[in-house]
Antibody, heavy 119, light 108 residues
Framework: QVQLVESGGGVVQPGGSLRLSCAAS????????MHWVRQAPGKGLEWVSF????????YYADSVRGRFTISRDNPKNTLYMQMDSLRTEDTAVYFC????????????WGLGTLVTVSS | SYVLTQPPSVSVAPGRTAGITCGGN??????VHWYQQKPGQAPVLVIY???DRPSGIPERFSGSNSGNTATLTINRVEAGDEAEYYC???????????FGGGTQLTVL
């Protein structure tokens, strides 16, 4: 069955960096686009970034463009998010999720990893 | 960018019908998807392309979309349906995936 396991979260000071990983299994990872979505404590879902299956396109929310970089390693079945110049407002649980084959929506999600930006 | 508006909360008695709305400019021209999220858990897709149900989602869940409003309808509501529900669209103008603010469904 599909499994997505995020890791790499933790506590970091403002201005710091962190790299998140999402280990995928149970499906053909190299054939699917992938997303990062975050949820600040007690708040709603916020889409963060998307990468196509072949890395031909990457998209970012305005709030993270220029600071976050999405990437993937298809042979390792792993999705990444490099997070630089972190701000307190980046504090959230970060989920990775699979893009539907036909596009538009997210079919399966991981359990998330918590990133806390605090001095 | 495109904005989706949901009511913060909806309350319904067990066995009754709950309707959760999602408003957006000409949202009827977009594909709307719905997710259920229970506390401490990952979101789960419950409706895609306005009204399709993924396998494993009860027939009690249905959706519609027209004009400026999409609606998630849950018939014969059960205690286990209590959760936060989010609508979502893909905005082709910005290449952004957009979520509504979420609606907390309370089963009385």
């Amino acid at each position: 069955q599909v499994q997505l396991v995020e890791s790499g979260g933790g506590v970091v000071q403002p201005g710091g960096s962190l790299r998140l990983s999402c280990a995928a299994s149970g499906f053909s990872f190299s054939n699917y686009g992938m997303h990062w979505v975050r949820q600040a404590p007690g708040k709603g879902l916020e889409w963060v970034s998307f990468i196509r299956f072949d890395e031909s396109s990457r998209y970012y929310a305005d709030s993270v463009r220029g600071r976050f970089t999405i990437s993937r390693d298809n042979p390792k079945n792993t999705l990444y998010m490099q997070m630089d110049s972190l701000r307190t407002e980046d504090t959230a649980v970060y989920f990775c999720a699979i893009e539907s084959p036909s596009g538009d929506y997210l079919t399966d999600w991981g359990l998330g990893t918590l990133v806390t930006v605090s001095s | 960018s495109y904005v989706l508006t949901q009511p913060p909360s909806v309350s319904v008695a067990p066995g009754r019908t709950a309707g959760i709305t999602c408003g957006g400019n000409n949202i009827g021209n977009k594909n709307v998807h719905w997710y259920q999220q229970k506390p401490g858990q990952a979101p789960v897709l419950v409706i895609y392309y306005d009204s399709d149900r993924p396998s494993g989602i009860p027939e009690r869940f249905s959706g519609s979309n027209s004009g400026n409003t999409a609606t998630l309808t849950i018939n014969r509501v059960e205690a286990g349906d209590e959760a936060e529900y989010y609508c979502q669209v893909w905005d082709s103008d910005s290449d952004h995936w957009v979520f509504g603010g979420g609606t907390q469904l309370t089963v009385l």
